[in-house]
């Protein structure tokens, strides 16, 4: 290559970017009629200003200038990029084309945000199969409500009663316990002390579909009576 050929492959930056004078466009466009050199780096440069375009300017500055203590304000970004591509093309060519390309490629990549969309989810709700109030089978100061949810093949089942609170402020208790009847099979789940004011929740789960559940029961252990019951 020629001196004047060398002089010329440091100013296809400052041509694309607008910032060579009139006389010095025409003459770079003169040379470029016969410089395949110099067209192939013009086109290849000729995305330029549309990518700085969707830089920030801070991002773009620092590929080019290193930053001043206190950075004078730049009105707009492409003027400025201009200038520094004048500024460096009457001291050296950048560094390479495939680096420039290469370096506002990524300058793009980090100045749009990337939206991720993430996926929620939801916490599965339960299935309720049947759900009631139990009835008294006798006078009792027991009350509750029961429960079933389908758990696949088998069944949770939720147990929740109450001692009604005694006026006398009597502290005797009893043994209560619960049982379930699925098919022709009888389930003792649990059983508990109770006394006035006592409130609690039994919560089992039994290897029995729901659709086999037929009775509910709370008895008394000590008389083996049923007290309250649930027919699903």
Request: glycine residues 6%.
């Amino acid at each position: 290559m020629t001196d004047l050929a060398d002089e010329y492959s440091t100013w296809d930056a400052a041509y694309v970017l607008g910032s060579l004078g009139a006389t010095e466009r025409r003459e770079y466009e003169t040379h470029l009629l016969d410089c395949e050199h110099c067209q192939q780096a013009v086109s290849e440069l000729a995305a330029m200003p549309g990518m700085f375009a969707l830089v920030d300017r801070d991002t773009a500055l620092s590929m080019i200038e290193p930053p001043a203590l206190v950075p004078p304000p730049v009105p707009d970004l492409i003027p400025s990029l201009a200038a520094a591509a004048e500024r460096r093309r009457k001291r050296r060519r950048w560094t390479g084309v495939g680096a420039a390309v290469a370096a506002a490629a990524a300058a793009v990549t980090i100045a749009i945000p990337v939206t991720a969309t993430v996926a929620r989810t939801e916490a599965p709700t339960e299935q309720v199969v049947a759900q009631q109030a139990m009835r008294a089978v006798e006078q009792t100061p027991v009350s509750a409500e029961v429960k079933l949810v389908a758990d696949g093949d088998r069944t949770r089942l939720v147990m929740t009663c109450r001692y009604a609170p005694s006026s006398y402020g009597s502290t005797y208790t009893n043994t209560y316990g619960l049982v379930v009847t699925a098919g022709d099979q009888r389930w003792e789940l649990d059983q508990w002390p109770a006394g006035p004011g006592t409130e609690l929740t039994v919560d089992r789960t039994i290897d029995a579909p729901p659709d086999s559940i037929s009775k509910v029961e709370i008895t008394s252990v000590d008389s083996g009576r049923t007290i309250l019951v649930a027919e699903v």
